[in-house]
């Protein structure tokens, strides 16, 4: 019998499975598909202070081995999704983690503190790498200075574990991953998707408002690991990694190369079921390998 779980230090899992924001809704809506308790975690989409509506479309564009965004984080505002989070609670005992928005530091302190007193929270992440809602904005996580004092500003201000989203659209990730650490963050998510863009050829203009946009997928799996193998190298707190994950082979490769848990993404929207599904390829691979849990195999790379 192979042993799944996880321990973040703060909190342990039932395995590193973890549904990422944005693309697994509030969880309900995949309810139809399976039960919400064979999971390890999952993320709730990003929520802002009041209710957005998000990028004009078009809002998502397919690619080769990939899919490129600008959705823009629509969402009904804290309050009305405290009332989903109540809901949603009674279904399901698995963790549920809160993804953290803010288009000021004011505003993410705000949501953080909002949540941080519902009891049905146990993690909130701090997304402070969308790359997608300003146009040629730069995000608190492309910064280490910013990063520093945004995260110990909430870290003082709540007692909910806290996570910190990190964006690959750095020159040093490591160096911004320090900083998220040294200001009390208790584990690091990476990465957020990769900038890119598309053009319409016939009106010679970028097909999404915003210009640029996310990508994400199968694409960006090769970047996602490098950039998890060198924050893990660096840091103390656990690591939960994401990008392109659509195995349970994916996974034991981003727990190999440091990583304590991982976040599905894209995969989500075009196979419900595919965190199970993922879950089961991942004790399928351990018994071939005769490993009996995810602590002999993470950050064990040779290199």
Not at 117 to 144: F, T
Not at 180 to 188: K, L, N, R, S, V
Not at 262 to 276: D, M
Not at 277 to 297: A, D, F, P, Y
Request: glycine share 8%.
């Amino acid at each position: 019998m192979v042993d799944l779980s996880v321990d973040l230090g703060f909190i342990g899992l039932k395995n590193p499975v973890i549904p990422a924001s944005g693309t697994f809704g509030y969880g309900e809506e995949f309810l139809p598909f399976f039960n919400l308790d064979l999971l390890g975690a999952f993320v709730f989409k990003g929520i802002y202070k009041n209710k957005r509506m998000g990028n004009p479309p078009p809002r998502i564009q397919e690619t080769p081995a990939g899919l490129l965004n600008s959705i823009g984080l629509p969402g009904p505002g804290m309050k009305e999704l405290k009332k989903i989070i109540k809901r949603v609670y009674q279904s399901t005992s698995t963790p549920i983690i809160i993804n953290v928005c803010g288009e000021t530091d004011q505003e993410y302190l705000d949501v953080a503190e909002y949540f941080d007193r519902m009891e049905e929270v146990a993690i909130l992440e701090l997304n402070i790498s969308c790359p997608n809602v300003k146009s040629g904005g730069r995000c608190p996580a492309q910064d280490d200075k910013h990063t520093y004092r945004l995260v110990k500003q909430i870290k003082q201000s709540v007692s909910t574990p806290l996570i910190v989203k990190l964006s690959p659209n750095v020159t040093d990730i490591s160096a911004i991953a320090i900083s998220a650490e040294e200001a009390g963050a208790d584990c690091i998510s990476l990465t957020n998707t990769f900038l890119g863009m598309a053009i319409d050829l016939e009106s010679r203009k970028p097909l999404f408002s915003k210009i640029v946009a996310g990508l994400s997928g199968p694409a960006i799996k090769p970047l996602a690991l490098r950039l998890v193998w060198e924050v893990a190298r660096c840091v103390h707190v656990p690591v939960i990694g994401m990008g392109g994950i659509t195995t349970g082979q994916d996974v034991l490769e981003f727990i190999l190369a440091g990583a304590t848990a991982v976040q599905t993404g894209t995969i989500n929207l075009i196979e419900p079921s595919a965190s199970i599904r993922i879950i089961k390829e991942i004790e399928q691979i351990m018994k071939e390998q005769n490993l009996m849990n995810l602590r002999e195999l993470r950050g064990t790379l040779k290199t």
